[in-house]
């Protein structure tokens, strides 16, 4: 079915699908799936909620299995708290997706994204999924990124390309979300292509690296999801040498990883719910790591502080409370606060009006950071968060009426 | 200077006095003195924050010794992050006050509400201090709530009588928050007054015991202030018999106060920051009272969950969710939740629509319980919130500017 003139993909051996199947009744596009010629090494990351979405109870084991071929995935329905009719719909469109792809059922990925607790609209899915995996082409990734959106007010792709001994290989990531949660829409989702061969070994610590410095380090509204799953398959159809952990290139295959989820995860605080800038939240100076982290993190998910980022005031007032709560060690005469490039606390105190004033214009920008040293040792980290505006809580309060 | 046709009080043996000092630039009261005839025991809770601002400095160890005999609070300035000038500045008004009552300085406490990081403006308390100390009367209570009030829309007091052995006691309490925490506008305060003869021992106990039930399960916002206080001041003027700890009078007396603090808290919740509702969370069945603790703190404190309650949207996916990141351990199949009485989740799944258009019907009310039963053991707790709305944002935008 394949012409021979496709363009040709992001990552070699990946092809790419998507529909309108009528999962939403919007009609918009809202079932997708990716396909690799080969069945790929993989490793995931999912939702740490107590309460998990049946797409993820059957594929989380898979994924573990370290093998995976191909991904469906839709949005308009969570499948989330749908008891076990959820899981054998889950079960029923894997089974389909496998037998009309020809692959083993095991080496199916399933993933959901939309409203929680409503069964899946199963004749949606039957008969939209044969159709999708005789239209699978390598093109059509900006489709596939199209139908995962929910609340999204734009797609999230991100792709770089990397070397090992002169053969290139391709990364390329895809991404929902506009708010760290949306246990009703239901998630943030992410899936990584590359055609690098990579050590299953790691495929999992990058992927576990790259997480935590990224997706784990926004926050829309601070809330964890039934349904959050990020995926990396990586085939080999670049024939590279292959990428083993402890490496140069494995270090370099980390990073790469990890600015292309963290350019995927500022898009999606960005994109956050009614937000209007995107602030990271610098911490120095913390006695450890996790201090670092709690400290940003407790600035970050702050309402008090994000209404005043709407609100375009540098009340460092709520930025230096939110730190005394967070639980991160710190003395109140060290703390300096600065916005971009204006110190608007130093030794714990005001810097006075006039700093005050020209903090303000950096708060007018679209995108600033709040540094925050804590002047007790060297430990560091970064938070990135959006403002808490007026439509944030129209988009929630309205949402499902 | 106290005329003798003064009208009584809420509680033997205390005065009031509040005035506008010119602290507020508005001109609305902002001052306020509470007096004891004779030197107070007394019991305290502070802030956990680890930033604390001067006043509470001042103030903490004060009351550890156990004994006070007055009060100065004032608003629209929290003295926090003030340095080492707003812990002097603390001291000077604390110093004025006692000579101004004729007391030691140690048996007085100060308290401040308002914006961070301003020196106080001394020359208002230098002036209106010796004028409070001579105005004071047992029947002024309404004007020290109206004094201590920040984006507070209505003053918070409530009281209660008990006895023991036939001799009759006041409990009389009085508080200022609108939210958990207002860092810029600094705070949750509360003072209770009994002239009940209280053991010491049973003071401190019965405080923290009343504090946990009943500000301590209370979130409009989530954060937690650098200057929230609150003290208890038992001046035995009654005359009854010591009330001990261990005793059922003891137990009445702790009751009586849980009581009288959570009326307070509730009206805090009802007057938080753009609230329209008061939301009752409810988690019954949990494995253990942290899990149930934990559970219903996460779904209060979600802004999801709140905006949902605005939207008067029956979204029990939210509060799933919720729970489901709570840390508290769950059983989706074992869940179940309703809307006062309507059930929407059953089982872990839901009721159908029929059901859920009846809650809908609930969450048009002013007042609510969403009660959620884990059906893992038997342990229960509650959690009172808002709705997070328009105004909520609009207000701490707005606030400084």
Known sequence: MMPSTTPSGPVAGFTFAATAAGIRRSGRPDLAMIYSKVPARCAGVFTTNRIKAAPLQLTEPRIAAGRCQAILVNSGNANACTGEQGLNDARSCSRLAAESLGIAEELMAISSTGVIGAPLPMECFEKHIPLLARSLEPGAEQAVAQAIMTTDSFPKLAKIRGAVDGIGYGLFAVAKGAGMIHPNMATMLGFVLTDALVHPDL???????????????????????????????????????????????????????????????????????????????????????????????????????????????????????????????????????????????????????????????????????????????????????????????????????
Chains 1, 2 share one sequence.
Request: aromatic share 8%.
């Open 203 to 401: 495929l999992r610590e990058s992927l576990r690296r790259a997480v935590d410095r990224s997706f784990n380090i926004i926050t829309v509204d601070g809330d964890t999801s039934t349904n959050d799953m990020v995926l990396l398959l990586a085939n080999g159809a670049a024939g590279n040498r292959e990428i083993a952990p402890g490496t140069p290139e494995g270090e370099r295959f980390v990073n790469e990883l990890t600015g292309i989820l963290l350019e995927l995860a500022k898009m999606i605080v960005r994109d956050g719910e009614g937000a209007t800038k995107l602030v990271r939240i610098y911490v120095a100076g913390a006695a450890s790591a996790a201090d670092a982290r709690k400290a940003a993190q407790s600035v970050a998910t702050s309402s008090l502080v994000k209404t005043a980022f709407f609100g375009e005031d540098a009340n460092w007032g709520r930025i230096i409370a939110a730190v005394g709560y967070s639980g991160a060690e710190i003395e109140a005469d060290r703390v300096e606060i600065r916005f971009d490039h204006v110190p608007v606390v130093q030794r714990g105190i005001s810097t006075g009006k006039e700093l005050e004033a020209r903090a303000t214009d950096v708060l007018k920008q679209a995108e600033f950071t709040v540094a925050i040293d804590l002047g007790l040792g060297s430990a560091s980290a970064d938070y990135y968060t959006s403002d808490l505006t007026f439509d944030y809580v129209k988009i929630n309060a309205d949402y499902r009426t």
